[in-house]
């Protein structure tokens, strides 16, 4: 833990805005800026508040098409128009507030790779589910696919670990990577027989050259703290440890918290705590600490922030006390019209019989299809 950690964070992040009666709100991410100051957690020496810069047309085009870039740019001009089948409208500026947002997540990788920063924090990336050439699920472009592409071009890193958490499947990420061998892509979410976009099935192992490179953990609704991190356990510290990355992404969604407004999983404050943990102690282990955290989903307001602060201050060695400051409760009440949340950490969950056994299951279905193919 020897060096900084970094929070990217600029009011202009909040500019991502599909407007008030879209679930994907900017206030989750000003909501999380602020706990996390409230907390005290920017005052640490250890820690360090970092600012965006739009990513260039060059770099986006590192992992978008020349087609799709332009189409979001005319859109963007307009202010109208849809840049999915629904899920996605355009908005005016949304050219320039998603490049801020990839932006944001290339400054923390720079910082990280330079040695500048240990680790970074970006809650406004981790859209994983822009495509190539097409928007998908709140995403207009894709920052930690183009952060993995700018990572091999800039720095020719050939070791690259992407763990994503967020109950939904990282389609965007996994597909655009999937046959790269320079790619160990380990993605948990709630199974896409029940979730958007209904992918990610422990039978998608990677192609080619990246065969046994793409781990989807496909967890049955209601999944609670004790079935994911066994799961968890069983699959993510052997496979870096084989892998030996150069640096780690970690897209950390909080929709995987329980009563999530779109997601059914079941997991509380300790997941986010436990699974950060374990990738800053593996990150020290096998790639001198470079790490970087990315936002993603979370659809409950009086979640996203707790989870967030949680995992960014134990990304920073930190733990913070249980109590939420008043002077936040306040901010709370105001912009969501809703009850604030009363404590930072939650009650752990655990388990039925039953869900231990599909989520053992999931797991080794997962082994079996990996077999020998992992390195
Ligand atoms: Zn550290
Ligand atoms: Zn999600």
């Given at each position: 833990?020897?060096?900084?950690?970094?929070?990217?964070?600029?009011e202009?992040?909040?500019d991502?805005?599909?407007?008030?009666?879209?679930?994907?709100?900017?206030?989750?991410?000003?909501?999380?800026?602020?706990?996390?100051?409230?907390?005290?957690?920017?005052?640490?020496?250890?820690?360090?508040?970092?600012?965006?810069?739009?990513?260039?047309?060059?770099?986006i085009?590192?992992?978008?098409?020349?087609?799709?870039?332009?189409?979001?740019?005319?859109?963007?001009?307009?202010?109208?128009?849809?840049?999915?089948?629904?899920?996605?409208?355009?908005?005016?500026g949304?050219?320039?507030?998603?490049?801020?947002?990839?932006?944001?997540?290339?400054?923390?990788?720079?910082?990280?790779?330079?040695?500048?920063?240990?680790?970074?924090?970006?809650?406004?990336?981790?859209?994983?589910?822009?495509?190539?050439?097409?928007?998908?699920?709140?995403?207009i472009?894709?920052?930690?696919a183009?952060?993995?592409?700018?990572?091999?071009?800039?720095?020719?890193?050939?070791?690259?670990?992407?763990?994503?958490?967020?109950?939904?499947?990282?389609?965007?990420?996994?597909?655009?990577?999937?046959?790269?061998?320079?790619?160990?892509?380990?993605?948990?979410?709630?199974?896409?027989?029940?979730?958007?976009?209904?992918?990610?099935?422990?039978?998608?192992?990677?192609?080619?050259?990246?065969?046994?490179?793409?781990?989807?953990?496909?967890?049955?609704?209601?999944?609670?703290?004790?079935?994911?991190?066994?799961?968890?356990?069983?699959?993510?510290?052997d496979?870096?440890?084989?892998?030996?990355?150069?640096?780690?992404?970690?897209?950390?969604?909080?929709?995987?918290?329980?009563?999530?407004?779109?997601?059914?999983?079941?997991?509380?404050?300790?997941?986010?705590?436990?699974?950060?943990?374990?990738?800053?102690?593996?990150?020290?282990?096998?790639?001198?600490?470079?790490?970087?955290?990315?936002?993603?989903?979370?659809?409950?307001?009086?979640?996203?922030?707790?989870?967030?602060?949680?995992?960014f201050?134990?990304?920073?060695?930190?733990?913070?006390?249980?109590?939420?400051?008043?002077?936040?409760?306040?901010?709370?009440?105001?912009?969501?019209q809703?009850?604030?949340?009363?404590?930072?950490?939650?009650?752990?969950?655990?388990?039925?019989?039953?869900?231990?056994?599909?989520?053992r299951?999931?797991?080794?279905?997962?082994?079996?299809?990996?077999?020998?193919?992992?390195?």
């Amino acid at each position: 833990m020897a060096g900084k950690t970094g929070l990217v964070w600029d009011e202009r992040s909040l500019d991502y805005d599909f407007g008030p009666e879209h679930p994907l709100r900017p206030l989750r991410v000003k909501l999380t800026y602020d706990l996390i100051r409230s907390k005290g957690i920017l005052d640490q020496n250890s820690v360090q508040v970092v600012k965006p810069r739009p990513a260039s047309r060059e770099e986006i085009l590192l992992f978008h098409g020349e087609d799709y870039v332009r189409l979001v740019e005319q859109y963007s001009k307009k202010g109208s128009g849809l840049l999915d089948m629904g899920d996605t409208p355009a908005f005016k500026g949304c050219y320039e507030a998603t490049s801020l947002v990839v932006g944001a997540s290339m400054v923390a990788a720079d910082e990280v790779m330079s040695g500048r920063l240990s680790h970074a924090f970006n809650p406004s990336g981790g859209l994983h589910h822009a495509h190539p050439e097409r928007a998908s699920g709140f995403c207009i472009f894709n920052d930690p696919a183009v952060v993995i592409a700018h990572l091999k071009s800039r720095y020719k890193v050939k070791h690259i670990v992407y763990l994503d958490i967020d109950a939904h499947h990282g389609d965007g990420v996994m597909y655009g990577y999937y046959d790269d061998p320079a790619v160990l892509d380990i993605d948990f979410h709630e199974s896409g027989n029940f979730l958007f976009p209904g992918t990610g099935f422990p039978d998608e192992i990677g192609k080619g050259e990246a065969k046994g490179l793409k781990l989807n953990v496909s967890l049955p609704p209601s999944t609670g703290d004790e079935a994911y991190l066994e799961a968890f356990q069983q699959i993510v510290p052997d496979a870096l440890r084989k892998f030996r990355p150069e640096i780690i992404l970690v897209q950390c969604g909080a929709d995987g918290h329980m009563d999530d407004r779109l997601a059914h999983l079941r997991l509380t404050t300790k997941v986010y705590t436990e699974v950060v943990r374990h990738m800053h102690d593996l990150a020290h282990e096998l790639c001198n600490g470079k790490l970087l955290l990315l936002g993603g989903g979370g659809y409950t307001l009086a979640n996203v922030p707790r989870v967030w602060t949680v995992a960014f201050s134990t990304l920073a060695g930190l733990k913070p006390t249980d109590d939420i400051p008043l002077q936040w409760s306040k901010e709370f009440e105001i912009a969501t019209q809703e009850d604030p949340p009363l404590k930072l950490y939650d009650k752990p969950t655990l388990d039925d019989e039953k869900t231990l056994k599909e989520v053992r299951n999931a797991v080794s279905e997962l082994q079996t299809n990996l077999g020998n193919e992992i390195r």
